[in-house]
Every structure is written in C-alpha cells, then in structure tokens.
C-alpha cells in the first residue's frame, strides 16, 4: 500500500515509517530533517507540514499524523493547523483506507505544557471530525494517545535517576513504552483493523488509571 507518514526522521515517526517498510509497502515521509532510512520503497520530503510545500501525492491508502513538536511556542500552529492541513491535503480520496493520528496522554490528562496539551486535544477531536468524513469512503480514522515513550525528546527525564524514579512510581507497569511498540500499534490500526474508527487508544502503561488506596 502507498502510506505517508509524517515525521519520519526520528523517533515514533521512524519506527512507524520502518514497519510499514518492513511488510513491503511503499512509504513516503515528511519531515522538517534530512532522511535517516535508507530503502528503496521509502521517498523522502523535506519540508514543514505548516508552512512548507506539500507534494503532489496520489492514492495514498494510509495517512499516519505523527510529526509534532513540544513546548515550542507554536505547538497549537504545527500539531494541530499543521496536521489538519496534511489531512486534508491527502485524506479525501478514493484510494484511502486510514488515518491515524499519533496523539497523547496528555490529551487526556491535562498534565504536560499548556499549549502541547490543547494541541493534542484538539487533534484527539477533529480525528472524530475526519472519521465522520471517511464513512462514505469506508475508509477509518483513530488516534493513539502514548503515555511516556523512550525517545531522544524524553532524554532530560529518562536520563535523570531521581525523575526517572518518580515518573516510574506514577505508572501500574514500571516501564515505558519503546517506538517499536508503537508503531506496532500503528499499524494494526491502520492495517488489520476494519471496523473500530473515531476511537483514541491510550497506550501508557497504566499511568491514567493509577490509584492509591488507603485504610
């Protein structure tokens, strides 16, 4: 299947883009960075899912929402403007059979930076607007909300033991979550499901639902 992901360079994004890889589909990725994959079924763009240029890209059966930024200051303008403008640039088609949007559990909580909260909140919502859009295509449209993941952006805590020993004692599983792990995610969405759409999966080792009891 021809599958665009975006943010492909590093992280969630690159693990995602490398499983599809892996099952033999062709990938094209969008990122602000240079490529970091190497194979002959990936295409690569540079460009800026907001304010850059877009290619022409036709047919496209998969659409995964990944690229974002955190705490920037402009958090609102790229995770959400910028995801809304890709999705609808390549979503409404005849090819397509999914999109996903790669959220947060913070949309759920409240509990990262303000304006990266409210970002993915909104993403969480307009995913539910582009479900209700895709049913005449019978194509899906869901979100994962991770909870703490084990990339480089999370370097300042999973680096730092007495952080690292707090954010542990605030999960039921005392682990986080690998990119591999995710895109597994991913691509069952996207690929092996057919029926579940406008759903948000919470992926975050029990972190929303740990609870305290006290006699």
């Not at 990262?112 to 019978?138: C, I």
Request: proline share 4%; charged share 20%; glycine share 8%.
């Amino acid at each position: 299947m021809k599958v665009v992901v975006t943010g492909t360079s590093c992280g969630i994004g690159k693990a995602i883009a490398l499983r599809f890889l892996s099952q033999g589909h062709r990938v094209i990725g969008l990122d602000r960075l240079p490529p970091s994959i190497a194979d002959e079924n990936y295409d690569h763009y540079v460009t800026d899912i907001l304010t850059g240029d877009l290619p022409e890209l036709e047919g496209v059966e998969i659409l995964v929402n990944n690229a974002g930024v955190q705490n920037e200051g402009n958090d609102i303008d790229v995770n959400l403007k910028g995801t809304i403008r890709v999705t609808e640039r390549y979503a409404f088609q005849n090819a397509v059979k999914s999109v996903l949007f790669i959220a947060s559990a913070s949309a759920r909580t409240g509990a990262e930076f303000p304006e990266y909260a409210a970002s993915k909140g909104g993403m969480v919502a307009y995913m539910k607007n582009v479900a209700l859009r895709l049913a005449p295509y019978g194509a899906t449209a869901n979100s994962l909300s991770p909870g703490g993941v084990l990339t480089a952006l999370n370097d300042h805590v999973i680096r730092d033991p007495a952080l690292w020993e707090r954010i542990m004692a605030e999960t039921l599983l005392p682990k986080w979550a690998t990119p591999e792990e995710i895109a597994e995610w991913a691509y069952f969405v996207t690929v092996v499901n057919r029926s579940m759409t406008a759903q948000d999966l919470l992926i975050d080792n029990g972190e929303d639902a740990k609870a305290t009891f006290v006699w």
